[in-house]
């Protein structure tokens, strides 16, 4: 009550807060506001600009004939093709995945939590030396692809697998806290009612868990999109085959044809963007629902 009435008194003269004790003085506030909107333009902003003013400095034309460039075409096509292949895995295991962490308790669980998570401890690099390992010529598994005639590493195969790889925390890491947020209770409720499996997920888990599920998969479809190292290491490089598009923009950049790179990576900066437009418009539309998904973040 002490704090009520100090506040209304400090608001009545003007409006500042400063004598709450439990906020911060309004220097300190638009200091930490300042110095949060100064990082973001020059890390973020800035070299957006930039990349944007080298793609366009031979002007549209030279623009448009970097990216309608057959290797471009393909690298821009394997891009997506991974993305398409590497979203649908990454929700459906993901959701299951966070179902069982957050619902059951077993042993070994604190340990299978912190495997998840290695994927954002280990380098890219690792990840994909990781799959030479098991899927190369001398690999673990190199006898029976062998045998079967499959091919991982080289191929668009090896190039889904490391991106899997690296995306597959970005959906399980946000729908886990919002599982255990919302408890059992409704999903026990609609089983005691006779609810089946699929009536059970898709009537009462699915829309409590609908909009951390779509923040997930747009956090991983940026990361798929720009996916390096792993990729670089099982791609081989191959150009109009197994090059995506930040390994097209790489080897135009150690090549001198900084105009093309330079295009091309304002295409994968439009597609980031996209990504980002998408992700405004369901906070600006469903912010409610967001935030609450978000709330033990």
């Given at each position: 009550?002490?704090?009520?009435?100090?506040?209304?008194?400090?608001?009545?003269?003007?409006?500042?807060?400063?004598?709450?004790?439990?906020?911060?003085?309004?220097?300190?506030?638009?200091?930490?506001?300042?110095?949060?909107?100064?990082?973001?333009?020059?890390?973020?902003?800035?070299?957006?600009?930039?990349?944007?003013?080298?793609?366009?400095?031979?002007?549209?034309?030279?623009?448009?004939?970097?990216?309608?460039?057959?290797?471009?075409?393909?690298?821009?096509?394997?891009?997506?093709?991974?993305?398409?292949?590497?979203?649908?895995?990454?929700?459906?295991?993901?959701?299951?995945?966070?179902?069982?962490?957050?619902?059951?308790?077993?042993?070994?669980?604190?340990?299978?939590?912190?495997?998840?998570?290695?994927?954002?401890?280990?380098?890219?690099?690792?990840?994909?030396?990781?799959?030479?390992?098991?899927?190369?010529?001398?690999?673990?598994?190199?006898?029976?692809?062998?045998?079967?005639?499959?091919?991982?590493?080289?191929?668009?195969?090896g190039i889904v697998l490391a991106t899997l790889f690296i995306t597959f925390p970005?959906?399980?890491?946000?729908?886990?806290?919002?599982?255990?947020?919302?408890?059992?209770?409704?999903?026990?409720?609609?089983?005691?009612?006779?609810?089946?499996?699929?009536?059970?997920?898709?009537?009462?888990?699915?829309?409590?868990?609908?909009?951390?599920?779509?923040?997930?998969?747009?956090?991983?479809?940026?990361r798929a999109m720009g996916e390096f190292g792993a990729v670089s290491v099982v791609?081989?490089?191959?150009?109009?085959?197994?090059?995506?598009?930040?390994?097209?923009?790489?080897?135009?950049?150690?090549?001198?044809?900084?105009?093309?790179?330079?295009?091309?990576?304002?295409?994968?900066?439009?597609?980031?963007?996209?990504?980002?437009?998408?992700?405004?418009?369901?906070?600006?539309?469903?912010?409610?629902?967001?935030?609450?998904?978000?709330?033990?973040?």
């Amino acid at each position: 009550m002490r704090f009520r009435c100090c506040s209304r008194t400090s608001a009545g003269r003007g409006g500042v807060m400063n004598d709450d004790p439990i906020r911060e003085p309004l220097l300190v506030r638009w200091i930490l506001i300042l110095l949060a909107v100064g990082a973001m333009a020059l890390l973020v902003l800035l070299p957006l600009l930039m990349v944007l003013s080298a793609a366009f400095g031979d002007g549209f034309r030279a623009w448009w004939a970097a990216l309608s460039e057959p290797d471009a075409v393909a690298a821009l096509s394997l891009t997506l093709f991974t993305v398409a292949i590497v979203l649908p895995i990454n929700a459906i295991f993901g959701t299951l995945t966070a179902w069982a962490l957050a619902r059951f308790e077993f042993r070994g669980k604190r340990a299978l939590l912190s495997l998840i998570d290695l994927p954002f401890a280990v380098s890219p690099v690792v990840a994909g030396l990781c799959l030479v390992l098991l899927f190369g010529s001398h690999g673990w598994f190199a006898s029976v692809l062998e045998a079967l005639d499959i091919k991982i590493l080289f191929a668009r195969p090896g190039i889904v697998l490391a991106t899997l790889f690296i995306t597959f925390p970005f959906v399980v890491r946000e729908l886990i806290p919002l599982m255990e947020q919302q408890g059992p209770d409704e999903e026990l409720a609609a089983r005691s009612l006779g609810a089946g499996a699929w009536t059970l997920f898709s009537r009462v888990t699915l829309p409590n868990i609908k909009w951390g599920l779509v923040y997930g998969v747009l956090l991983c479809s940026a990361r798929a999109m720009g996916e390096f190292g792993a990729v670089s290491v099982v791609s081989g490089h191959i150009r109009g085959l197994t090059n995506t598009l930040p390994l097209h923009i790489e080897i135009l950049y150690n090549e001198f044809d900084t105009t093309a790179a330079f295009a091309a990576a304002s295409l994968l900066s439009g597609l980031a963007l996209i990504t980002l437009v998408v992700k405004f418009w369901l906070e600006a539309r469903h912010g409610d629902a967001l935030a609450s998904s978000h709330r033990k973040h």
